[in-house]
């Protein structure tokens, strides 16, 4: 079983930037690729980014360029770093562990999830 801890997220002005992070529990956290989901009011959880187990990387096309993710397997965490936020960026972000999957992009690749950080972005 494994535990997932988002941070990070809060209140920010359009144009800030922003890092949030998950921490992992358990001592296989290399061994999974990790990914940022988020969820806007009355809308799907959807894909944001993913990272591999060797740290290939892959972003909606929604997010390129404005999102960066990456991982560091001797803290456990992978973050997500978000620069230029605009108002719709406003969602709850989630992480998630895959165990299956190399670069997975779907949710049902996911076998964790956390429980979301709120970022709001006003403009």
Known sequence: ????????GGL???????????????????????????????????FVAAISRSTNTYYADSVKGRFTISRDN??????????SLKPEDTAV???????????????????YWGQGTQVTVSS
């Open 1 to 8: 079983q494994v535990q997932l801890v988002e941070s990070g």
């Open 12 to 46: 920010v002005q359009a144009g800030d930037p922003l890092r949030l992070s998950c921490a992992a529990s358990g001592r296989t956290f290399g061994s999974y690729a990790m990914g940022w989901f988020r969820q806007a009011p009355g809308k799907e959880r959807e």
């Open 74 to 83: 001797a803290k456990n965490t992978v973050y997500l770093q978000i620069n």
């Open 93 to 111: 972000y989630y992480c998630a562990a895959s165990t299956k999957y190399n670069l997975p992009r779907e949710r049902y690749q996911y076998d």
